[in-house]
């Protein structure tokens, strides 16, 4: 279950967080003045985002590897073309 508390609230309910966190796998988000401050999220869910933050950084490093010999400005190409042609089908598609 997803819900927002108030920090003043999680601070008085921080066993009961947890509790529900760990066992139901809750989501609770925890804001000061009606901002979101933090989540607390299940261990397992968070070791989840950092597998696979870890394997993005990883594609990026090995990307950025086999391309270190390629000039900067054919990449920008390539990434402008990619773009258009993107955006392109994207406005076909609203145009339908």
């Given at each position: 279950m997803k819900r927002t508390l108030s920090a003043v609230?999680?601070?008085?309910?921080?066993?009961?967080?947890?509790?529900?966190?760990h066992y139901r796998g809750d989501e609770v988000v925890i804001e000061r003045a009606g901002k979101p401050m933090a989540v607390v999220i299940p261990a397992r869910l968070y070791e989840n985002i950092e597998r696979t933050r870890k394997r993005f950084w990883d594609m990026i490093d090995?990307?950025?590897?086999?391309?270190?010999?390629?000039?900067?400005?054919?990449?920008q190409a390539e990434v402008d073309a990619a773009v258009r042609e993107?955006?392109?089908?994207?406005?076909?598609k609203a145009a339908k």
């Open positions: 609230e999680a601070r008085k309910k921080l066993g009961e967080i947890l509790e529900g966190v090995e990307v950025h590897e086999r391309n270190k010999d390629v000039p900067y400005e054919v990449i993107v955006r392109e089908e994207q406005r076909a």
